[in-house]
């Protein structure tokens, strides 16, 4: 069956006159040329509220939980938020909770692993260096190291495939045994300023000291 013709704002006030003055539905109909649907539906029409969509499904007790456990456990995982709170919401709200209070899933830094005699040696020289004027650190020849993965990735890879599928050649990676090369460089203060000219070195070692190469 076909949905009625709309019926606008004057129609529906024209209707609600004439039926108050006593005229009926054959009346009406015969002097507007509308059906007694029409009619029906212009009488029972009542302003709706404006709304916003959906409510929340979280309360703002519930927000506070969330962030409060997140702050307090930065390790911690949405679903062991939602699981621990028993909340009645999903992963993806409990993700979306914590960006609206501005945090946000990283990957951690990886740092060496520092004792407190470390520490304290770290802050030692950092008071000690902490005025010290740009010529000396001029003096100072800065180093780096970084390695580099010969074949293939040494990361965590994945991938979407159907059941009893996993022997194709499509889902598999070479194994290479992450052959890497580790490299250390170093390199003058001068390197770091690239306004200024002159020559710049750069020493690369390999991982056993089997070559140097200056650039």
Known sequence: ?????????????????????????????????????????????????????????????????????????????????????????????????????????????????????????????AKEHINWPKEKWRNILWTDESKVVLFGSKGRRQFVRRPSSNCHSTYSLCHSGYSSIHFDGCLPFSATDLSQTGLRIILLFASKMESIIII
């Open 1 to 125: 069956m076909g949905r009625s013709r709309h019926c606008s704002e004057e129609q529906r006030t024209l209707i609600k006159k004439l039926i108050g003055q006593g005229k009926t539905y054959k009346e009406v109909q015969k002097m507007i040329g509308c059906s007694a649907k029409m009619i029906s539906n212009a009488l029972k029409w009542r302003a709706k509220p404006e709304t916003r969509g959906r409510k929340r499904k979280t309360t703002i007790k519930m927000d506070r939980r969330i962030t409060r456990m997140a702050k307090a456990q930065p390790m911690i995982s949405s679903r062991m938020i939602k699981d621990s709170l028993e909340l009645p919401v999903s992963t993806v709200t409990v993700r979306r909770r914590l960006c609206e209070a501005n945090l946000f899933t990283r990957i951690p830094r990886k740092v060496p692993l520092l004792k407190k005699r470390h520490v304290q040696k770290r802050l030692q020289f």
